[in-house]
Structures are given as structure tokens and as C-alpha cells.
């Protein structure tokens, strides 16, 4: 059985991570918000020049799950400047884990996760943080699982939709091996 890859995303697969990105926004957040809100936000967040834009930007960084050959799901990380708020040079924001819906169950976030975490070491940052959506109850587990604390909240637009977004924190440093 072939396993799970995560790999990081280049600019020859920009069209699958729009692809993918629409679809697993899409999936997630279709059912609980209006078509013409999600079509304005799959528009601009997914257009090909704004990924280019942010492929471009060596402090953004995207990662493809793959199995079979197929890409499940994605990962978009930020530092420094790039982070959508913070934008503290000691941190490292998950902007993005998505994994299709027909493979949930198969810890595909907890393995994307796992890859920004890795990352989060390397660079030897003191915290991992995330805003997420405060009726994504499902995400919410899944990063309280995994050690975040709620620390503040922020307005994200969906749309012309205001929505609050839980912001969420995981102290790294001290995970650290000497």
C-alpha cells in the first residue's frame, strides 16, 4: 500500500493547488454560507496571479498530500512579514490545512501538521499560530488536540460576510532538543 506524501508545492502545480484549493474551501464552507460569498472569496483568494504572487514570496510556503499521485489536501505556512496579522519574525502561521473530504479520517491534517511543526523546529520559532473559524467546531478539536490555546480573535471576510475567527497559539520553543 502506497503511503501518504507531503511535498513542497512548485510553481509547475500552481493549477492544481487552485484546483484543490477551491475545492476544499468549497467543501467545507459551501453548505453555511451564500454562493455569491464563497464565489467572490474562491475568486480572488484562488486567481492564478495571486498564487503566483504568493509561490513567489520565499516567506510562504505550500505543501501538496499526495496519495496515489493524487493531491488530498494542501498546507499553507508563513513567516515574518507574510503572516496574514501577527506578523511576528518569532512565529510561524498555518494559514491552510485542507484535506478533501473523502479522506478524512485518514489523519491527512494531523500528517500536514506534523510537516509545519517539523518546519516550525528548523527555524527554531517559539510558537505556531492560526485563526480559524469560530463555527469550524471540527477544527477546533483538532488543534486543541494538538496543544493550541485560544489567545485572541480576528474578523475575517468572507465576502461581504464578516465572520470571527478564533486565533489560536502553540508554544514551540520549549519543544526544542538541545
Keep these: ?20 484549493g477551491k ?12 454562493e455569491e460569498n464563497m464565489k467572490t472569496y474562491l ?16 516567506d510562504s510556503n505550500f505543501y501538496f498530500a499526495t496519495f496515489n499521485d493524487n493531491v488530498i489536501g494542501y498546507l499553507k505556512i ?18 491552510r490545512i485542507y484535506v478533501l473530504k473523502e479522506f478524512h479520517g485518514l489523519k491527512v491534517g494531523q ?22 473559524w469560530e463555527e469550524n467546531k471540527k477544527a477546533i478539536q483538532f488543534y486543541t488536540k494538538n496543544g493550541f490555546i485560544v ?7 468572507l465576502g461581504n460576510d464578516e465572520q470571527t475567527d ?7 520553543k520549549s519543544k526544542y532538543t538541545s
Design 23 to 34: 475545492k476544499n474551501f468549497y467543501e467545507t464552507f459551501a453548505e453555511v454560507n451564500s
Design 43 to 58: 475568486e480572488k483568494e484562488f486567481a492564478i496571479d495571486y498564487l503566483q504572487t504568493q509561490l513567489n514570496n520565499t
Design 111 to 132: 500528517l500536514l501538521y506534523e510537516k509545519a511543526l517539523q518546519i516550525a523546529k528548523e527555524k527554531k520559532v517559539e510558537y505556531i499560530w492560526l485563526g480559524v
Design 1 to 20: 500500500m502506497q503511503q501518504i506524501q507531503i511535498t513542497q508545492i512548485n510553481h509547475n502545480q500552481i493549477h492544481q493547488l487552485q484546483e484543490v
Design 151 to 157: 489567545f485572541n480573535k480576528h474578523l475575517f471576510k
Design 166 to 172: 478564533l486565533m489560536m497559539k502553540l508554544q514551540v
Design 78 to 95: 508563513n513567516f515574518g512579514s507574510s503572516q496574514t496579522e501577527l506578523k511576528d519574525s518569532k512565529a510561524l502561521e498555518i494559514e
